[in-house]
C-alpha cells in the first residue's frame, strides 16, 4: 500500500518511514477487497507542551469509499503513538466493514421484516 508520510517539526528518518509502513501493512489484513483511494500519515513533535517535555502526535487517514477514516494520537513516545494509530485504526477499519455489510443485508432484506423491533415476522 502506497502511503503518503508527512513529518512536522521533526525529521523523517529511514527508521520512522519503515515503522510506519511496517505498521501500515499490517492493516491490509483487515482491509482485505475494501477499496482504497488515499492513505496518509502524518507524524509531529508538537510544539504546545512546553512543560511536559516533548509530545509526539501520530495521525492516520485512509479515505475510502463513502468515508475518511481518521484517527489521532499523541504520546511521549513516536513509535508508541504509531502503535496507537494502527490499534485504533483496525477497530475503524472492522467498524467501517461491519457497516457496509449490516447495509448490504438490510437492503436484501435479510433482517427480517421492517417494523421496529427487526422480528422475523412478516410485519409490512
Given at each position: 500500500m502506497r502511503i503518503n508520510i508527512k513529518a512536522t517539526n521533526i525529521e523523517?528518518?529511514?527508521?520512522?518511514?519503515d515503522y510506519?509502513?511496517?505498521k501500515v501493512d499490517v492493516l491490509e489484513k483487515f482491509l482485505e477487497k475494501v477499496q482504497i483511494?488515499?492513505?496518509s500519515f502524518e507524524v509531529e513533535l508538537t510544539t504546545n507542551h512546553h512543560l511536559k517535555g516533548e509530545i509526539y502526535r501520530a495521525e492516520m487517514n485512509l479515505e475510502v469509499p463513502g468515508e475518511l477514516l481518521r484517527v489521532e494520537?499523541?504520546?511521549k513516545d513516536l513509535f508508541k503513538a504509531i502503535d496507537k494509530v494502527k490499534d485504533h485504526m483496525a477497530?475503524?477499519?472492522?467498524?467501517?466493514?461491519e457497516k457496509k455489510i449490516d447495509k448490504k443485508k438490510k437492503e436484501a432484506g435479510l433482517f427480517?421484516?421492517?417494523?421496529?423491533?427487526?422480528c422475523d415476522k412478516n410485519c409490512d
Open positions: 523523517l528518518t529511514d527508521k520512522i518511514k510506519v509502513q511496517e483511494f488515499n492513505v494520537k499523541t504520546e477497530t475503524a477499519i472492522k467498524k467501517y466493514k427480517g421484516c421492517s417494523c421496529c423491533c427487526n
